[in-house]
Every structure is written in structure tokens, then in C-alpha cells.
């Protein structure tokens, strides 16, 4: 079983920046990364950004150049840091234990609560 806990969102105007927490706890056969994920209302939920153990990364298209996805081992923390944001970045942002392989992360069955972002414009 793994636990994921996030934190940091909230409000922000455009342009500005926040970093989201994900604290994870426990492990399960088969994950080797922690991914964020994100979903606005009205919208499906879509991947941001994942991070493995071993420090490999991997990034929506979209977003790359905005956001950075990092980890402390240290504290099983891993963190997402948001630049630049626009009113389209504002949703419940999510973290999830995963599958990073070849390039191509693969969500698994645990999830955090969400944390909310907020962008005023």
C-alpha cells in the first residue's frame, strides 16, 4: 500500500509561481515513480509530470519549460514547481504511484486527496 499526501495549492495570480508537495508513504510491487496529474472542472483528468526513483523524469508536452517535477528521497517527497502559471493551469492537482518506464509512466491505483490551484487572472 502506498499513502500519498499533497499540499502548497491556492491561490496565485497569472504569472506567478507555486510548489506542490506530494509526501508518499508505504510501497507496493511495481512503482517506481511518482507522477502528478491534474483536472480542471468539466475535464478529464491528464498527466503533468512524473519522477522515478532513480531521478528519471518525464513531462506533458505542454508543460514542459513551465513545470519541474523533482524529489527528496530524503523525505519521500516529491515536488512539482509551477512557473509562469496561466488561468488554464488552475485545477485539483493530483499525485499518484506509478510505473515510469521507458519514457512512459503508468498510473497505478494509489492517489492522494488533490490539492487546488487557483489562477486569478
Known amino acids: 500500500q502506498v499513502q500519498l499526501v499533497e499540499s502548497g495549492g491556492g491561490l496565485v495570480q497569472t504569472g506567478g509561481s507555486l510548489r506542490l508537495s506530494c509526501v508518499a508513504s508505504?510501497?507496493?510491487?511495481?512503482?517506481?515513480?511518482i507522477g502528478w496529474y491534474r483536472q480542471a472542472p468539466g475535464k478529464q483528468r491528464e498527466s503533468v509530470a512524473a519522477?522515478?526513483?532513480?531521478?528519471?523524469?518525464h513531462y506533458a508536452d505542454s508543460l514542459k519549460g513551465r513545470f519541474t517535477i523533482s524529489r527528496d528521497n530524503a523525505k519521500n517527497t516529491v515536488y512539482l514547481q509551477m512557473n509562469s502559471l496561466k488561468p488554464e493551469d488552475a485545477a485539483v492537482y493530483y499525485c499518484?504511484?506509478?510505473?515510469?518506464?521507458?519514457?512512459?509512466?503508468?498510473?497505478?491505483?494509489?492517489w492522494g486527496q488533490g490539492t487546488r490551484v487557483t489562477v486569478s487572472s
Open positions: 499518484n504511484a506509478g510505473l515510469l518506464s521507458a519514457d512512459v509512466y503508468y498510473r497505478g491505483a494509489y
Open positions: 508505504g510501497s507496493a510491487v511495481g512503482v517506481n515513480a
Open positions: 519522477i522515478s526513483t532513480a531521478g528519471r523524469t
